[in-house]
């Protein structure tokens, strides 16, 4: 990787991926900036700036210093609910935030900017997902994501841009927010405690956190991949229940999972990606299977609940 002191503006840094990606871009020596909503405790060489995507002259101040090379635009209303009251709040901060952003790049000579998509924005097509497919997005948050998407594609046909999507299919790994699936299903299993899902026939396509890091990086490197939508996957599906009993497995707890619960209304039952353009473009595919990845995960979490 060549990027050392390459300056590097990341928003949505103090999320999951971003966490790790500020880890991995560190110890590379990059030139480090951040956007966050909120003051936080990080490297004292990484340079904060402290706003919101939504506050237009915030953000041009912020770029203007950063004079980032590199951009990766992580930030987003993560939400998958079909509730369609999200819609403001995902356009908000989704579409309307990545406007401001790559406003604000108007004069500055950067070479990349990665936008972080979702393989939500498939919805129900037909798989594997292919990147060249029509958009299908079942919620607020895959359809704000998606316009997001159009947009980038605009700029870069119009103007040039260099922009590259990133559709990133069911990321996991350690350090994930709590309020997420596995997170959710470890830490009541790790405590010995019931966990109540549906039946868990939805099958997803997992990729885990290391493999994702390192094709946002290549993707940032790599000029042909400007102007291009790639998915990030690894190809392969597993059903929801099938990854809760691998889990249930490696812990000895699987009579604590009740598959009680719901599915619901207007379920994505199955995606799973193509990662042919990946493998072309980026030179990349993924190094971690499912059940290496589980161990690593369950290892941080057992370590963090001790």
């Not at 405790?41 to 590199?70: H, M, R």
């Not at 042909?224 to 790639?230: K, L």
């Not at 190809?235 to 490696?250: E, L, N, R, T």
Request: aromatic residues 10%; glycine residues 6%.
């Amino acid at each position: 990787m060549n990027i050392n002191k390459v300056p590097i503006l990341i928003t949505g840094a103090t999320g999951f991926i971003g966490r790790h990606l500020i880890s991995a871009l560190t110890r590379e020596n990059a030139d480090i900036s951040i956007i966050s909503r909120k003051k936080v405790a990080l490297n004292g060489k990484i340079k904060i700036y402290v706003g919101d995507l939504t506050d237009k002259a915030f953000i041009s101040k912020a770029v203007k210093e950063a004079n980032p090379k590199k951009i990766f635009h992580l930030a987003a209303v993560v939400n998958p609910s079909r509730d369609i009251n999200l819609l403001e709040e995902s356009f908000k901060v989704n579409f309307f935030g990545t406007i401001n952003l790559l406003n604000s790049l108007k004069n500055v000579d950067y070479d990349s900017f990665i936008l972080n998509s979702t393989a939500e924005v498939y919805g129900n097509s037909k798989m594997p997902f292919k990147e060249n497919m029509m958009l299908n997005p079942l919620s607020p948050y895959s359809l704000s994501k998606a316009s997001a998407e159009i947009f980038c594609n605009m700029l870069h046909k119009n103007n040039g841009y260099p922009i590259t999507i990133l559709r990133l299919f069911l990321v996991y790994g350690p350090g994930q927010k709590a309020n997420r699936f596995l997170p959710q299903l470890l830490t009541a299993l790790l405590q010995n405690k019931e966990f109540s899902m549906t039946k868990g026939r939805q099958k997803r396509d997992y990729i885990f956190i290391d493999d994702v890091i390192g094709a946002l990086i290549k993707a940032s490197l790599i000029k042909q991949a400007s102007g291009e939508t790639i998915n990030i996957c690894s190809g392969k599906q597993f059903s929801i229940k099938s990854v809760a009993a691998k889990i249930a497995a490696m812990l000895n707890t699987k009579d604590l999972i009740k598959y009680d619960l719901p599915y619901r209304k207007n379920e994505q039952w199955d995606y799973c990606g193509d990662g042919t353009k990946a493998k072309k473009i980026l030179n990349w595919s993924p190094k971690t299977d499912i059940d290496a990845g589980l161990e690593k995960t369950i290892r941080w979490y057992k370590n963090r609940i001790r």
